[in-house]
């Protein structure tokens, strides 16, 4: 079954402060993987987006890493700011589907306190 | 910022109420999707089009319909809402790069 994790599940970390966010699948085959900030009450949003032969990406203070043998990916946020509380969910696309198929995590909500 | 635009963003509406969500985006893209979130839990594709009079059932099983009149034009309607209808639904579309652009979503609450 075609499935994404995320860990944790909710994150609290202090301004300026870097952090970890953790996703593993078993989508197959595997196609793409993307990182989507999602603020509350609004749609997600892309911040990075990586493929099978790629294995790491950076968005200014974005970084997010995919190990294509373990099926997992992380996304690293460096020196948090206050906009970063939201969520940050990851999505994994299997490769042939002219759909565009996208398996969805549930989350990490993050939260930046001042 | 992508333009993909929804409207309502936010309603309240009663049980038996007939109500339709209007998606529209100026992108051209042929795919669009509708998705169901409910507070804290992932995203589910309840309906998606490959371009105009193309419409297909998603994963998660909906009493909802769609139609797809105009490349621009996605709206999605309940013919009678009920209370297990309240969530979060997002509208999305995709041109030929891999990247899904969602709009910012209507929050549905049925009383």
């Known amino acids: 079954k075609n499935q994404v994790e995320q860990s944790p599940q909710s994150l609290i970390i202090l301004e300026g402060k870097n952090c970890t966010l953790q996703c593993n699948y078993t989508v197959s085959p595997f196609s793409n993987l993307r990182w989507y900030k999602q603020d509350t009450g609004r749609g997600p949003v892309s911040l990075t987006i990586m493929t099978f032969s790629e294995n790491t990406k950076s968005n200014g203070r974005y970084t997010a890493t995919l190990d294509a043998d373990t099926k997992q990916s992380s996304l690293h946020i460096t020196a948090s700011q206050l906009s970063d509380s939201a969520s940050y969910i990851c999505?994994?696309?299997?490769?042939?589907?002219?759909?565009?198929?996208?398996?969805f995590g549930r989350g990490t909500q993050l939260t930046v306190w001042p | 910022e992508a333009d993909i635009y929804q409207t309502p963003r936010y309603l309240v509406i009663g049980t038996g109420k007939k109500i339709t969500l209007e998606c529209s985006q100026t992108m051209g893209h042929d795919k669009m999707y509708w998705y169901q979130q409910d507070p804290g839990m992932e995203l589910h594709l309840i309906h998606y089009s490959y371009g105009v009079n193309s419409t297909e059932k998603g994963d998660l099983s909906s009493e909802s319909t769609v139609s797809r009149i105009r490349t621009e034009h996605f709206p999605l309607t309940l013919e009678s809402a009920r209370p297990s209808h309240t969530s979060q639904y997002l509208c999305?579309?995709?041109?030929?790069?891999?990247?899904?652009?969602f709009g910012p979503g209507t929050r549905l609450l049925v009383l």
């Open positions: 999505v994994v696309s299997d490769r042939g589907s002219t759909l565009g198929r996208l398996y």
């Open positions: 999305a579309s995709r041109g030929t790069a891999e990247t899904q652009y």
